[in-house]
């Protein structure tokens, strides 16, 4: 049976890479944080011990340091959130004995720029923790981190459910120490979010087959559900998804390790529909397994997001004057053209500065009245101008006194981007693969 689309279509760019970024990667970990994404080891032709910041104002990328005593070794198949100025890196380190020796968790201190040691304010010879484990999952819910399932070392998938208190830092087991409970079950390489007051979870792995049932946890009744829907995506490991507005996007992974896709579905927490998202011709993503995906801009409901950045405040420059966007690889002006909603795209060289006209088209609710308005903007070096639909905002490097302000400005203002980081397959030594997604509904 067809899939409908439940939504407009989406543009994917790739953003070119210098050579000082990570190299491509798989089984690595992201997030977003104030307009930032972090990336931390996975695997090229061994394991990984890098961590790295991408400016997405800026496209430039910044190496962290990550050999202090409270960093954590070359880790994949790790995850890591962020919750109001720190990382929390959880699972991931090589199978040793070491690894049964302390849990398996580090933090960084993003405005220090460094890890600190893990301490619990109620530690005790009896507290219980997990052990290390890897393809697990990890969310953001309120104040807590809750951690599902995960491969641990020979005993195979694990169907434990752990909550982290960011309060107290202490853990707490919350469902699926016992076979036969209500839940998942036992499952790796599957994908979560968080959504108001719960976590969704999809496929992945149980033992060695691929799932592709759905499941919503409830941190105020304390339970799991089934999602049942009678269309959605097929069995799948090692895929990525996000939370955005009302639904939660996911987007690649396979039925096997070798038969990765690049289908982009969306799921409505409101209709409780899945519907795949459609894709502008030539702009089709690769297919990938076994990468990250993480969301910027206002329509992403996530979980790493800084205080800053959701308080709702507007600063009065932005009402009157251009705001510098100094990412080169942003496509050029988009136009809204005609009742089908087509896009016009133009191709810019890096290594031209360009005068252009950009049209900004303004919809009326009823589609009634259409305005254009026209307007000059000046590119300066390898600045480019970008239309944003949903503020009608021009991004432009017209003002130099602008470019220097401090991007926490910027960052409140970004469009909604979805980034795809590395994932596999993967060039050996080449930088990292990057792919932004935006759809073209407001």
């Given at each position: 049976m067809p899939v409908m689309s439940q939504s407009s279509p989406c543009l994917w760019t790739q953003l070119p890479q210098s050579s000082r970024s990570p190299c491509d990667r798989y089984k690595h970990a992201c997030c977003s944080y104030d307009g930032h994404v972090y990336i931390l080891g996975g695997r090229d032709n061994s394991c990984l011990r890098?961590?790295?910041?991408?400016?997405?104002?800026?496209?430039?990328?910044?190496?962290?340091?990550?050999?202090?005593?409270?960093?954590?070794?070359?880790?994949?198949?790790?995850s890591m959130v962020a919750h109001e100025g720190l990382l929390y890196v959880f699972g991931g380190m090589l199978d040793s004995a070491y690894t049964m020796c302390r849990c398996a968790l580090w933090v960084f201190d993003i405005a220090k720029q460094n890890w600190v040691t893990y301490q619990s304010k109620?530690?005790?010879?009896?507290t219980k923790m997990p052990t290390n484990r890897k393809g697990h999952?990890?969310?953001?819910?309120?104040s807590d981190m809750l951690v599902y399932g995960g491969l641990i070392d020979m005993k195979g998938s694990s169907q434990d459910f752990w909550g982290l208190d960011f309060d107290t830092m202490a853990w707490s087991l919350l469902s699926g120490c016992q076979q036969g409970s209500s839940g998942p079950g036992p499952r790796h390489s599957h994908s979560a979010v968080a959504y108001q007051d719960c976590m969704y979870l999809f496929g992945g792995l149980k033992g060695l087959r691929e799932q592709r049932d759905f499941w919503k946890w409830s941190s105020i009744s304390h339970t799991w559900s089934s999602l049942r829907t009678k269309s959605g995506p097929s069995r799948l490991m090692g895929h990525s998804a996000v939370a955005y507005k009302d639904s939660m996007l996911l987007f690649g992974g396979g039925e096997s390790q070798n038969s990765p896709n690049n289908c982009l579905w969306r799921y409505s927490f409101t209709s409780h529909t899945w519907g795949q998202v459609a894709t502008l011709p030539g702009s089709s993503p690769p297919d990938k397994i076994h990468h990250c995906c993480t969301g910027l801009g206002p329509g992403y409901k996530s979980d790493t997001s800084s205080p800053s950045s959701t308080s709702g405040h507007q600063p009065s420059l932005m009402e009157d004057k251009l705001r510098p966007f100094k990412n080169k690889c942003f496509p050029a002006p988009l136009t809204f053209l005609g009742s089908e909603g087509a896009i016009e795209l133009e191709t810019f060289s890096l290594d031209k500065c360009y005068e252009s006209k950009a049209l900004m088209k303004s919809s009326q609710l009823d589609n009634s009245k259409e305005r254009l308005i026209e307007k000059d903007t000046k590119q300066i070096g390898y600045c480019l101008t970008f239309e944003n639909k949903a503020f009608r905002k021009q991004w432009s490097c017209t003002d130099e006194d602008l470019i220097n302000e401090d991007d926490s400005d910027i960052i409140q203002h970004l469009p909604d981007l979805l980034l795809v980081l590395g994932g596999k397959p993967c060039s050996s030594h080449s930088p990292m693969s990057i792919w932004q997604m935006t759809l073209t509904d407001s």
């Open positions: 890098d961590f790295w910041r991408y400016s997405v104002v800026c496209n430039e990328w910044k190496e962290l340091s990550c050999s202090s005593e409270a960093a954590p070794e070359e880790l994949e198949e790790h109620m530690s005790s010879p009896q999952s990890a969310v953001v819910v309120g």
